[in-house]
């Protein structure tokens, strides 16, 4: 059995988790307040300070905001947060289509932003970085390993952006990848067919290796355009679903009463008859 890592939580990140998964559900709309730190502190079975440390990394995060008098109320996070909400609301999407969702919105940014990577690669790397591309799309097609084949096209993505010489793709890329990692193995599989779709990257590097620009750029755009059009019939079931959930929500009921499940605390689903405060006291294990 291989070895794996001590998932141990502090009581601050299973508060923070939770409260995530309050605003990200939109049990809080922006503009509410969340209820006070010692309301708070009774209903999660903690101290205080255990509940001011989740709410400043919530304040950290753009989704609160903490005014004079202690008053934290919901910011909207689509107009205030950054890139690194994503793997956020990845990680704690309260039903399978807002997880749906939010990979496809990743899956979009991802093609937008890899056809302008491979181009300024083309341009724009050595000629060192060049041949290393095409040494590893050989590895790519020569491995039969999954997990050996997935480190190589990680690492092929990050020697593209190396070339691109583009900070801002770079850290564009640091939090798809983050958010990507939240979707769990779906994700891999998903980038693994990508992967032998494309020939395991060989024609891109080719291209990128021979300086052409406009070849890599059409290589890239062809098979991320691929790898969108095979996941928009799933995508179209998911925001179907996720729009019946919202509108049986708005009805009264609750959003996540059927297909929903409990990813961001470990803890179990929050009481729907109490939806507007969380409710599950953090484990001290």
């Not at 559900?25 to 502190?41: I, Q, T």
Request: overall charge neutral.
């Amino acid at each position: 059995m291989p070895l794996q890592a001590v998932k141990t939580r502090s009581l601050a990140d299973q508060v923070f988790a939770q409260l995530v998964a309050e605003i990200v559900g939109s049990r809080y709309e922006p503009g509410d307040a969340l209820p006070a730190e010692r309301e708070l502190a009774e209903v999660f079975d903690v101290n205080r300070h255990v509940v001011r440390e989740a709410l400043k990394r919530l304040a950290q995060a753009n989704l609160v905001k903490i005014t004079q008098g202690g008053h934290t109320r919901v910011l909207d996070y689509q107009h205030h947060a950054g890139l690194e909400m994503l793997p956020l609301l990845a990680e704690y999407a309260t039903s399978d289509a807002q997880v749906m969702q939010h990979w496809f919105a990743v899956l979009e940014m991802r093609a937008a932003l890899a056809t302008e990577v491979a181009r300024l690669c083309a341009v724009r790397a050595n000629r060192e970085l060049r041949d290393e591309l095409v040494q590893l799309s050989e590895k790519m097609r020569a491995t039969s390993d999954p997990g050996e084949l997935h480190a190589l096209e990680l690492h092929f993505w990050e020697r593209m952006l190396d070339g691109s010489g583009n900070i801002a793709f770079r850290l564009a890329f640091n939090s798809l990848l983050k958010s990507a990692y939240s979707m769990g193995a779906s994700a891999r599989e998903m980038s693994l067919r990508e992967v032998k779709a494309s020939g395991h990257r060989v024609a891109l590097a080719r291209a990128i290796a021979d300086g052409d620009a406009d070849r890599a750029e059409a290589e890239t755009r062809e098979h991320m355009r691929a790898g969108l059009a095979a996941v928009t019939p799933i995508f179209g079931h998911a925001r179907a679903a996720l729009a019946s959930a919202l509108e049986a929500s708005s009805d009264g009921g609750s959003p996540d009463e059927t297909g929903s499940r409990s990813i961001a605390s470990g803890l179990g689903p929050v009481d729907a008859s109490r939806l507007r405060r969380p409710t599950s006291r953090v484990s001290k294990k």
